[in-house]
């Protein structure tokens, strides 16, 4: 059991057809990891096999401190309470603000009335209104989502992932829509989240230069695999 990432042995194939098999990967708590990968290699594939929204056909998986391979149901749902996960497409509520949207972050946890009140909890709006200061937003808190820029929104729902209280933060091309600045500062603020936090951060990415500018350790997902041929 490991407090960061541990994947071991994980295989996932489509039709017969595999799309990888005996991959295995440790991210430790404080660390930020780049995977890289082309277009197809499987990186989505393996994000949705960690966090169980889509299921290996074989291996092992632990995050922060969870056998999430071994879970179901309600104690699966728990589990990921534990898990922040940031989207290429930000999968914001447009028409919200970046307060009410960086909120989301406490939806596992808040009774369903305050929900649909608004009505919040004043730890709550501290803890929201701190996570976009921290991703530089606080100047923004009141602006509704469809009004700010590409690479605000994925700020946003990097504090979204701060307020869920994540302990381990998983990222999928988070900056493929991105212009160059904008894309530095959303890699810059994850790398801070890692170190600062003590978060492990698995962040897949398919520009090699912001991964060696950025990351404390790029690997290639092909270089994850077991070898063909290599005894079990």
Not at 3 to 25: E, H, N, T, W
Not at 39 to 44: C, I, L, M, P, R
Not at 68 to 85: K, P, Q, T, V, Y
Not at 133 to 150: F, I, K, W, Y
């Amino acid at each position: 059991m490991t407090a960061g990432i541990r994947v071991q042995d994980l295989a996932k194939a489509y039709d017969a057809r595999p799309v990888f098999r005996g991959l295995s990967l440790d991210v430790a708590p404080g660390e930020f990891v780049a995977l890289l990968g082309p277009s197809g290699a499987g990186k989505t594939t393996l994000l949705r096999c960690m966090t169980r929204s889509l299921d290996a056909d074989r291996g092992q998986i632990w995050l922060a401190g969870h056998a999430m391979h071994e879970l179901r149901n309600g104690a699966l749902a728990s589990a990921r309470r534990d898990i922040g996960f940031v989207f290429q497409q930000f999968n914001l509520v447009q028409r919200r603000s970046a307060l009410e949207n960086a909120l989301a972050g406490r939806l596992a946890s808040v009774p369903l009335w305050r929900i649909l009140s608004g009505r919040y909890e004043r730890g709550d709006l501290r803890a929201a209104e701190h996570a976009l200061a921290r991703v530089g937003l606080r100047d923004r808190s009141q602006t509704r989502a469809d009004c700010l820029s590409g690479g605000q929104q994925q700020r946003v729902a990097i504090a979204r992932a701060l307020v869920q209280g994540s302990k381990v933060l998983l990222a999928d091309e988070p900056v493929a829509s991105l212009d160059p600045r904008s894309a530095r500062d959303v890699l810059g603020i994850m790398r801070s989240i890692a170190h600062d936090d003590g978060l492990a951060v698995l962040c897949s990415l398919h520009q090699h230069d912001l991964a060696a500018e950025y990351a404390d350790r790029v690997v290639a997902i092909g270089d994850l695999l077991r070898p063909v041929g290599r005894p079990s």
